[in-house]
């Protein structure tokens, strides 16, 4: 018989989500109600309200295909980034990012072509090019997790079939991030052939100064790519609805490999809603900027070493592999997120939570560590 899969899938390994709280209750016997996840970056306070009055809604219209077109959505786009004179074809929305990420990969990647990455960063962008067949290129990160633009920039003179580098700012899993200086350096050395993907699915958590412009740097540089998302400020992934910004042809040139309905109804009306909730993002920003102290000097008191962030989440380590410790901690109720998967055994990713979250993690961190 003929192979079942293309020999590129041998070895690919598939993405690791964070344990769902219901499938920890059942394994450990746990109430739900009892138990902390810090594992997925999502949004301590829960959905928009606004949001989440736009699928109810929206309900009675399920048997209905989605707007493939995203028209509405992409009109509350428009006005909301009204200042940069935002078109329809500027954009092209999605289930998550991550969808826009894997189309991109087969629409604009020739078979022989591949993409550079600094790491560890979100590990998507490889195991997606990796289930294309497609190479990826790692230029490792300064050991404190900050980007060196020079390291790049020989990666991509020593091979020419680099077509398309990621830059996640802020970084996922290590918090990094670079500014608008660094930013514009970087474009100014890339080649005009080389796409640029800025993704920028924490950007509304950054509080420091001299924030890059993805969004003048997608519209003004042909070959730049703009991923945001509704997952994490807006508290929408269960809805999975995320969204890219570029030029026109660079747009269409996705949209021609995009399935017709990858945009769903709820998550349609659900983003569009949520950009007018302006109240619940600024206390969504609020209490990660009021949270993430108290896990930099929680994870202090036991010995462990974080890093600065501008996201919702620290990368902590705790100066042992973490992988005995993960189910420890999922027998107390806490769900952090292993990083051996991106080379850092000794690590775990937890994001921010509320009081009550935080009391249970120093509770677990009592008795595991």
């Given at each position: 018989m003929?192979p079942l899969a293309?020999p ?9 989500p ?14 739900p109600?009892?138990?902390a996840?810090?594992a997925?970056?999502e949004n301590?306070?829960g959905p928009?309200?606004?949001?989440v009055q736009?699928?109810q809604g ?8 989605p707007?493939?077109?995203?028209y ?13 004179g ?10 998550g990012?991550n969808?826009?990420i ?10 022989d ?18 289930s ?14 900050t980007?060196q633009?020079?390291p790049?920039?020989?990666?991509l003179k ?5 077509k398309?580098?990621f830059?996640?700012?802020p ?11 660094w930013?514009?350096?970087l ?5 005009e052939?080389?796409?640029f993907i ?9 509080t420091?100064e001299?924030?890059a412009?993805?969004l003048?740097l ?6 730049t ?9 807006y ?6 609805v ?13 949209n ?6 990858n ?24 209490l990660v900027?009021?949270q ?7 994870f202090a008191r ?6 600065s ?14 992988e005995?410790?993960?189910?420890k ?8 997120r ?5 080379g ?22 009592e008795?595991?560590?």
């Amino acid at each position: 018989m003929r192979p079942l899969a293309p020999p590129w899938y041998e070895g690919l390994p598939p993405y690791p989500p964070g344990k769902p709280i219901e499938e920890t209750a059942r394994e450990y016997n746990l109430d739900p109600s009892t138990i902390a996840k810090l594992a997925s970056n999502e949004n301590s306070l829960g959905p928009s309200p606004l949001a989440v009055q736009a699928i109810q809604g929206a309900l009675n219209d399920l048997h209905l295909y989605p707007d493939g077109s995203a028209y509405y959505l992409k009109e509350a786009l428009c006005e909301h980034y009204s200042a940069y004179g935002l078109k329809h074809s500027n954009l092209i929305t999605a289930n998550g990012s991550n969808d826009i990420i894997d189309l991109m990969m087969k629409s604009l990647l020739m078979p022989d072509e591949k993409i550079a990455v600094w790491t560890p960063t979100f590990i998507i962008y490889k195991l997606c090019s990796w289930s294309h067949g497609r190479q990826t290129v790692e230029v490792p990160m300064e050991r404190d997790f900050t980007y060196q633009i020079e390291p790049m920039l020989e990666a991509l003179k020593a091979d020419p079939s680099i077509k398309a580098v990621f830059l996640a700012n802020p970084n996922n899993p290590t918090g990094s991030w670079v500014g608008a200086r660094w930013v514009a350096e970087l474009v100014a050395q890339l080649p005009e052939d080389v796409i640029f993907i800025l993704d920028e699915a924490y950007k509304e958590f950054v509080t420091a100064e001299d924030q890059a412009d993805g969004l003048a740097l997608a519209l003004g540089r042909p070959r730049t790519l703009l991923l945001r998302t509704f997952s994490k400020a807006y508290g929408l992934a269960g809805v999975r609805v995320g969204y890219g910004i570029s030029s026109p042809d660079l747009i269409a040139a996705i949209n021609q490999s995009r399935p017709p309905f990858n945009c769903n109804t709820l998550g349609q009306v659900a983003g569009a809603a949520a950009l007018k909730d302006v109240e619940f993002l600024e206390r969504s920003r609020a209490l990660v900027e009021r949270q993430i102290p108290d896990l930099h000097e929680g994870f202090a008191r036991f010995g462990c070493s974080t890093w600065s962030s501008q996201t919702n989440f620290v990368l902590v380590d705790f100066k042992q592999p973490f992988e005995p410790l993960y189910s420890k901690f999922l027998a107390e109720g806490v769900i952090l997120r292993p990083m051996s998967g991106y080379g850092l055994p000794n690590c775990a990713r937890v994001n921010i939570g509320t009081d009550e979250e935080h009391a249970r993690l120093w509770a677990a961190c009592e008795k595991v560590l």
